[in-house]
């Protein structure tokens, strides 16, 4: 960790308060002042946040009932229903973003559904390289993420307090309401943690499914260290970037907090 995370997090650093080589002498914060200033950055980051922000949602909302299944009524079949949910990941990630591409291609899987049911006349274009595209195809590739610490969440919670709410006249969604999703909050903001970050920051899905509206700040990123060769200014982007996910993560950190103390 301190060699391949935290070093390269100072090397980031350097590059961003320089305004040429990391070995450079022209220390300069121009380039974070930019970063920040420039309107189409800030648009980018929003859009970035807003798009992981309902990944987030959605993959969380979906996962928690399969979770909920895996905890309290899979019995015998747990095993094998954990082990179906971690196989997409014997796959590379690639590999699933290119085929959401071909489901949702204007000659792909769903159009031709549709077309064969009658729902369409002809294909639609309203699929891919949209932001409904990135969302769908990141909440599947993230949905495994989400599950498991939700699950690890209702599997701890003492089976004792269900049957002592049963005893005080609790019905199933009573006890669900005051028990359950109290005590499994925690992972459900780990949860929601993990799948966060890394979907800010995302370039590949945008890239491959997504169109110019859905550009998120993690291609303007790779841009900056790649075709642009602008490895200062891309840092303070990162720069810029690492801090709004700081933020978010110690606003989970207090809610969990919170929850924790509750229970």
């Known amino acids: 960790m301190l060699v391949l995370f935290a070093l390269a997090i100072v090397l980031m650093l ?63 079949r747990r095993g094998l229903l954990l082990f179906l949910v971690t196989l997409p990941f014997w796959t590379s990630y690639l590999l699933r973003v290119f085929a959401w591409k071909i489901v949702l291609a204007f000659n792909g899987v769903l159009n031709s559904v549709l077309l064969g049911t009658g729902i369409l006349s002809q294909p639609s274009l309203a699929f891919l390289n949209t932001p409904a595209a990135v969302v769908v195809t990141l909440a599947h590739a993230y949905a495994a993420f989400a599950i498991l610490p939700i699950y690890v969440a209702l599997e701890t919670i003492p089976r004792s307090l269900l049957e002592a709410a049963s005893d005080l006249g609790a019905h199933p969604f009573a006890r669900f309401r005051r028990v359950v999703l109290p005590l499994s909050m925690p992972g459900v903001l780990s949860a929601a943690l993990v799948v966060f970050v890394p979907t800010v920051g995302d370039y590949v899905t945008p890239a491959l499914v997504g169109g110019p509206s859905s550009t998120m700040i993690g291609s303007i990123i790779q841009a900056q260290f790649g075709k642009a060769n602008d490895w200062p200014f891309g840092a303070a982007v990162s720069t810029l970037v690492m801090l709004v996910i700081a933020a978010v993560i110690l606003l989970v950190a207090m809610a969990s907090r919170r929850f924790g103390r509750r229970s």
């Open 14 to 76: 350097g590059f961003r308060l320089n305004d040429g080589s990391l070995l450079g002498s022209g220390f300069t914060l121009s380039n974070l002042a930019s970063a920040i200033s420039d309107p189409l950055y800030a648009a980018v980051l929003l859009r970035s946040l807003a798009i992981a922000g309902v990944v987030t949602l959605a993959t969380v909302v979906t996962a928690y009932p399969v979770a909920y299944y895996l905890a309290f009524h899979a019995g015998a």
